[in-house]
């Protein structure tokens, strides 16, 4: 990493992450990645940001292309990892109570009743969500932030844990309704899985077959297992220079000249939860500035709107963000 040793107090930040607990959970996420990588081929880091966000309670946003493997990807995680998985495909008529559920009146018991909808699960993938209506899409705000629904009155709780991956496609825009703001800075990271390389294209029409590609893959971990990573990951040191360096990031975005709206503190505590993420995913139990670097884009590029010179420049929030980590100097850590 090209990082200077931590002091001798600090050694046990090095070793922990690769005995013990650590080494079971670095061991795990690798077997899940390598089951998922059966049927997503070429696309590991995406995997791994997945998984990430995951590991760190956070939703995913896809945006892509259809055909691209995004609801393949979401289902390969939920068999791999044990996870209660439910689909909503979105149109413009899909109600609220479609994704929080709805109470109805029972004459036999004289008592009004539950019935749940589609976020009473682990992992919702919400397919296509930009093609429903407002109303409909701010139905999971108080779900995805709050793992709670509220029903005429009547608060309940989701089943722990909670995910959301949804996708959108970003070309297509007839009949589609933008995130509401709020909604997007809800989501941890936005990623997009992108064409195949060609090697990996030929792979794929190779082995592809009239079986489903879903019996291939096999369960790997269950929810305890996802229990136990997300307490290691919170133990994930990150010393102050870390946080100054994400809030300096984040700062850089509020008052940048091309940028109408800046990374809120909610982003901000999503940048630190990635981070040390990617830290344990590179056996590390300690963060270090180039965990910060290889997620901020993800985290913060649907977080901020870029102003009318930035469209008059072509300039796209990956590029305005990947200029402000060029320009804001990482820390040197244990000197």
């Given at each position: 990493e090209n990082?200077?040793?931590?002091?001798?107090?600090n050694f046990a930040f090095i070793t922990m992450i690769k005995q013990g607990e650590g080494k079971i959970m670095y061991e795990k996420l690798e077997a899940i990645e390598q089951e998922i990588g059966k049927v997503i081929k070429g696309k590991k880091d995406v995997i791994q940001k997945v998984l990430m966000a995951i590991c760190a309670s956070g939703h995913v946003l896809l945006e892509d292309h259809p055909g691209s493997g995004k609801t393949t990807l979401a289902k390969a995680i939920a068999k791999?990892?044990?996870?209660?998985?439910?689909?909503?495909?979105?149109?413009?008529?899909t109600m609220p109570s479609d994704i929080i559920g709805?109470?109805?009146?029972?004459?036999?018991?004289?008592e009004f009743q539950y019935v749940p909808g589609v976020v009473q699960c682990n992992?919702?993938?919400?397919?296509?969500?930009?093609?429903?209506?407002?109303?409909?899409?701010s139905a999971?705000?108080?779900?995805?932030?709050?793992?709670?629904?509220?029903?005429?009155?009547?608060?309940?709780?989701?089943?722990?844990?909670?995910i959301v991956i949804?996708?959108?496609?970003?070309?297509?825009?007839?009949?589609?309704?933008?995130?509401?703001?709020?909604?997007?800075?809800?989501?941890?990271?936005?990623l997009s899985m992108g064409y195949p390389a060609f090697e990996d294209e030929v792979t794929i029409l190779r082995e592809n077959s009239d079986e489903d590609a879903m019996q291939q893959i096999h369960q790997i971990a269950a929810k305890e297992d996802l229990y136990?990573?997300?307490?290691?990951?919170?133990?994930?040191?990150?010393?102050?220079?870390?946080?100054?360096?994400?809030?300096?990031?984040?700062?850089?975005?509020?008052?940048?000249?091309?940028?109408?709206?800046?990374?809120?503190?909610?982003?901000?505590?999503?940048?630190?939860?990635?981070?040390?993420?990617?830290a344990a995913f590179h056996e590390r139990n300690y963060v270090i500035p180039k965990d910060v670097e290889e997620i901020f884009i993800d985290v913060c590029a649907h977080r901020i709107i870029c102003n009318a010179r930035a469209k008059i420049e072509e300039n796209s929030e990956q590029h305005i963000l990947q200029r402000i980590?060029?320009?804001i100097t990482p820390p040197s850590l244990f000197q």
């Open positions: 990082i200077r040793l931590p002091q001798k107090e791999a990892m044990e996870l209660d998985y439910n689909r909503q495909q979105f149109t413009p008529d709805y109470s109805f009146y029972n004459k036999q018991k004289e992992l919702l993938l919400g397919d296509e969500i930009n093609r429903t209506s407002s109303k409909t899409q999971l705000l108080e779900a995805m932030e709050e793992k709670t629904v509220t029903v005429d009155g009547n608060t309940m709780a989701l089943p722990d844990p909670f949804a996708t959108q496609n970003p070309i297509t825009s007839g009949g589609t309704q933008p995130l509401p703001d709020s909604q997007c800075d809800r989501f941890m990271v936005r136990r990573i997300k307490e290691q990951i919170a133990k994930v040191v990150v010393k102050d220079q870390i946080l100054e360096y994400i809030c300096r990031l984040c700062e850089a975005t509020r008052s940048h000249d091309e940028i109408e709206r800046g990374v809120s503190t909610r982003g901000a505590i999503a940048v630190k939860r990635m981070a040390m993420a990617n980590l060029e320009q």
